[in-house]
């Protein structure tokens, strides 16, 4: 090691470590430094500092998140092909002309850089994930996004407009030159999210089975010499301590650190996917197994030491072999950059040459972009030992597992003083001008004026796009009647009131949205999305929360009855989701889920398709408005009791809605949830209205005793179907077969209007167009 490199922090008493870890512009702990000192049994070189640091962030270690993961979170299931540890989870599909096919998916969060610099944060948050699917071999074919605001209204409005535009210009101008199609996804305003906003994205794949990727070296490597080959941009500056940037509160002042965010180019990224195919394809008729990687986190450090590590091999990196633009960089930028648009592929040397023929000569990469290419930058090594070199000389020098064990917290807990009830909710004297009020507010609005931005048909695999039901649904595979459903959501206030119920109530909602198109819930992800973990209160919130994802993952198996769970198979944790200031956002966990249809001519959509058909209801109205849109709307808090989740109920009311969208008797479907009753009735009939020129007429006097409002805007689990009144009794005999409540409670008229009435009171009865003018206009101001 050259002296000059080496950092003296074993000399440092506590306090002046501490004071120089902070000169260095290192985010480790004192006592995380000494355990690094421990471990390597000297001082450690600028680049193993760097590599320590970034590597035991939270963002790449879940340090303080690891163990309540592994403790509560259901993984494993008969459809699981790989769960966690991998880049992306990989489940079963379905078998189409003799081959089996499986679905990638996979679920981050661009947090931080999206606040800072919303249009190139949204933007590299879609080129990470979707590097995440692809690096399994899978053809990447839909990405969504769960975005989470200020309140655009608020003291801060300016400001969070502005991030709102910069957002969604990102989303798409990164998704649509890439030519990957957008799923649509959820959005929440809230004013705890002013100053950090919440960018989570989602993306789903489509793979043969027996063409996995592994993001290892393979145990071939044991037998022959293995060569680390990276792929694409030139390593530069750009992203530098991105990673320990992501798990540190946000500071005044954030926005001079833009240059911890990742500069997007989706133009080279399609290129890029396109020559990454084309080399797969070709390593696979080799017969050679090799290992797969995207550099994001951590960067070439990261990606080679884990590739290392996963296989049980060491590896050498040479850093004057990595591609760089004009100028020199410090061995640690090299290092551990995070410059976009790069993946790390570990190949038998014999094969090395026509690898680098597919990238630089038939797909030319440095034609696209100047300096992009693929290069040998790196070689196996057969005794677990890692070590980087410049000039000739190791910068880093440790055992591989060193470099990647991590580390673990236990954090306090300390639950959170018990929220206030809530004011008295005042009487509703004008029913329309309430439903009106709330169907043009914000969070219950039409998301039609942001979908607008996306582009929904490249690829030509959509059957059901944003926006026309609570999942979108594809056919990945063409020729095959396969379908894949998605949906994402998650409602904040719900947690905020209770972690553990608002966290089961997210992935029951996930599963309402999949079995309303008709498919099977096969799996999900999550993106966890708290303050900091260092306050026992925030890390309360924490673990009770996966605990209720987790709990109400085991009572629901993916064939809808008693079972296996439906398993999380990937996911992420998002810490230090606070200003400076010390406000952070409200506890957002965000669920997404993956369904699957055997025949995706079987999905049905949320509008209503034909005059003088029923509507059946589907779950209790109960007077429990604990942080719903009523009770926000009129008294400004979201306190009280949520909406009971009560798992062997639901689930059985799940089988039931499933096996009826199966049998053919549903026409339209949409679940209830923020908003009640009566948003979820409308945007059925908004859907009719839009193509036929339907109507909806809902009587509410048969729900019970309770106020109309409570009746409208309960936002109890359940779902309004659409049914002909050929089917109906079947259907009422099979959900009264399955212990299941159904209630035929309204018609659709050949008329364009809408009728929410109670006994001889007309409470709204309004022109569809009407109507649809104020929800549409609900949030245009924000991304106009």
């Not at 590299?124 to 699917?133: A, Y």
């Not at 209204?153 to 957002?167: M, N, Q």
């Not at 930028?333 to 630089?360: D, G, H, K, M, W």
């Amino acid at each position: 090691m050259a002296e000059a490199s080496v950092l003296p922090l074993a000399e440092a008493d506590p306090e002046g470590l501490g004071k120089l870890l902070a000169a260095e512009g290192f985010r480790l702990t004192p006592d995380e430094a000494k355990r690094m000192l421990d471990l390597l049994g000297r001082n450690p070189t600028r680049v193993e500092a760097t590599i320590f640091d970034t590597m035991w962030s939270e963002h790449c270690s879940y340090k303080s998140s690891r163990w309540v993961l592994r403790s509560h979170l259901p993984t494993e299931s008969p459809d699981v092909i790989l769960g966690p540890g991998e880049d992306a989870g990989v489940v079963r599909f379905g078998k189409h002309r003799g081959v089996d096919y499986a679905l990638v998916f996979a679920h981050e969060s661009h947090n931080h850089p999206s606040q800072i610099v919303p249009i190139e944060g949204a933007a590299t948050g879609i080129g990470g994930i979707v590097r995440d699917v692809a690096c399994m071999g899978a053809e990447v074919i839909g990405v969504m996004d769960a975005l989470r605001f200020g309140d655009p209204e608020g003291p801060r409005a300016s400001a969070v407009r502005e991030i709102v535009r910069g957002v969604v210009d990102g989303i798409w101008q990164y998704a649509n030159p890439l030519g990957v199609p957008n799923l649509g996804g959820d959005v929440f305003f809230s004013g705890r999210y002013d100053e950090n906003c919440l960018v989570n994205v989602v993306a789903l794949g489509i793979v043969r089975a027996d063409q996995v990727v592994r993001s290892r070296v393979p145990d071939a490597a044991k037998r022959e010499p293995y060569i680390l080959v990276l792929l694409g941009k030139p390593t530069d500056e750009t992203g530098f301590g991105g990673a320990s940037f992501a798990s540190a509160i946000l500071e005044e002042g954030a926005h001079d650190q833009r240059g911890h965010v990742q500069v997007p180019d989706p133009f080279l990224k399609r290129v890029l996917l396109e020559a990454n195919r084309a080399a797969l394809a070709w390593l696979h008729a080799q017969g050679a197994p090799f290992g797969f990687k995207d550099l994001g986190a951590g960067g070439i450090a990261c990606a080679s030491s884990e590739l290392a590590a996963a296989g049980g091999f060491g590896m050498d990196v040479d850093l004057d072999r990595v591609p760089t633009p004009q100028g020199d960089f410090p061995p640690e930028v090299i290092s551990c950059s995070e410059t976009q648009e790069r993946f790390a592929l570990v190949v038998p040397e014999r094969l090395a040459p026509r690898v680098l023929e597919i990238y630089n000569v038939e797909y030319a990469l440095p034609a696209v972009y100047e300096g992009a290419r693929a290069a040998v930058i790196g070689r196996v090594r057969d005794d677990a030992r890692y070590r980087i070199l410049k000039g000739g000389q190791p910068v880093c020098d440790a055992a591989v597992d060193v470099i990647t064990a991590g580390i673990e917290h236990r954090r306090a807990q300390r639950p959170r003083a018990p929220r206030p009830a809530g004011a008295a909710l005042p009487p509703v004297h004008d029913h329309d001008a309430l439903f009106r009020r709330l169907i043009g507010s914000p969070n219950l609005g039409s998301r039609e004026p942001l979908w607008r931005y996306y582009d929904t048909e490249v690829q030509g695999r959509m059957v059901i796009r944003a926006g026309e039901a609570d999942a979108s649904v594809m056919a990945p595979v063409p020729g095959s009647p396969l379908g894949a459903a998605m949906s994402v959501g998650g409602n904040p206030w719900y947690v905020a009131a209770d972690p553990y119920a608002g966290s089961a109530h997210a992935v029951y909602e996930a599963l309402r949205n999949l079995v309303c198109v008709g498919a099977r819930p096969t799996a999900l992800t999550d993106c966890l999305n708290f303050g900091n973990p260092e306050d026992p209160e925030v890390f309360d919130e924490f673990v009770r929360s996966v605990r209720g994802l987790g709990d109400a993952a085991r009572a629901f198996g993916p064939s809808g009855t008693e079972g296996p769970p439906i398993p999380f198979v990937s996911g992420n944790v998002s810490f230090y989701n606070e200003s400076s200031t010390g406000r952070a956002i409200e506890p957002s966990p965000i669920v997404a889920g993956l369904g699957v249809l055997d025949d995706y001519a079987v999905a049905v959509t949320g509008a209503i398709k034909r005059a003088g058909s029923v509507i059946v209801l589907t779950g209790p109205r109960e007077d429990r408005l604990g942080a719903s849109q009523l009770r926000h709307a009129l008294t400004g808090d979201t306190g009280g009791d949520l909406p009971t989740l009560d798992f062997d109920r639901e689930r059985r009311r799940l089988y039931a809605v499933l096996e009826a969208v199966r049998r053919g008797w549903v026409l339209a479907s949409h679940d209830i949830a923020e908003g009640g009753l009566a948003v979820a009735a409308l945007e059925m009939a908004l859907g009719g209205f839009a193509s036929q020129g339907l109507g909806l007429q809902i009587p509410i006097s048969g729900l019970g005793g309770t106020a109309p409002e409570v009746r409208l805007y309960s936002e109890s689990p359940g779902f309004l179907l659409e049914v002909s009144k050929e089917q109906l009794t079947p259907l009422l005999d099979l959900f009264k077969s399955l212990g299941v409540d159904a209630t035929m409670i309204g018609r659709t008229l050949a008329e364009p209007r809408f009728r929410l009435l109670d006994g001889g009171l007309a409470l709204v009865d309004a022109d569809l167009a009407d109507l649809a003018a104020v929800h549409r206009a609900a949030i245009r101001p924000y991304v106009e």
